[in-house]
């Protein structure tokens, strides 16, 4: 099963990097989750100041602002794609990300599958 691991940073340094692991930590990890064999896909997202909302109302017209203008200390910082056979090994892959440390945070969200 797919599973999506939505990585939260809870503090970013200079560069809007995770503040709490290297850019070592994330070599490896990547590393980790190929040699296993489970790696769908990954990517790191842009500085958060690159972001763009839109917002649709009720009649139908958009509204885009520069920003997400979250409600929250943490940015969404990344994402990893794994296929491995349930939930509890999904819980593990995340408890050894490096985003999980510290203020950061991993959300684990299966990937729906519409053709099952």
Do not use: Q
């Amino acid at each position: 099963m797919k599973y999506m691991l939505l990585i939260n940073a809870g503090a970013v340094d200079g560069n809007g990097a995770a503040a709490e692991c290297s850019f070592e930590d994330w070599v490896s990890y990547d590393k980790e989750l190929k040699d296993a064999g489970i790696f769908v896909s990954g990517e790191s997202l842009a500085d958060l100041v690159t972001a763009t909302t839109v917002r649709v109302g009720p009649d139908g017209r958009r509204t885009v602002t520069d920003g997400p203008f979250a409600e929250t200390r943490e940015v969404l910082g990344g994402f990893y794609v794994i296929d491995v056979p349930d939930l509890d090994v999904a819980l593990d892959w995340a408890a050894r990300n490096p985003g999980a440390r510290g203020s950061g945070s991993v959300v684990v969200r299966p990937i729906a599958d519409f053709g099952a």
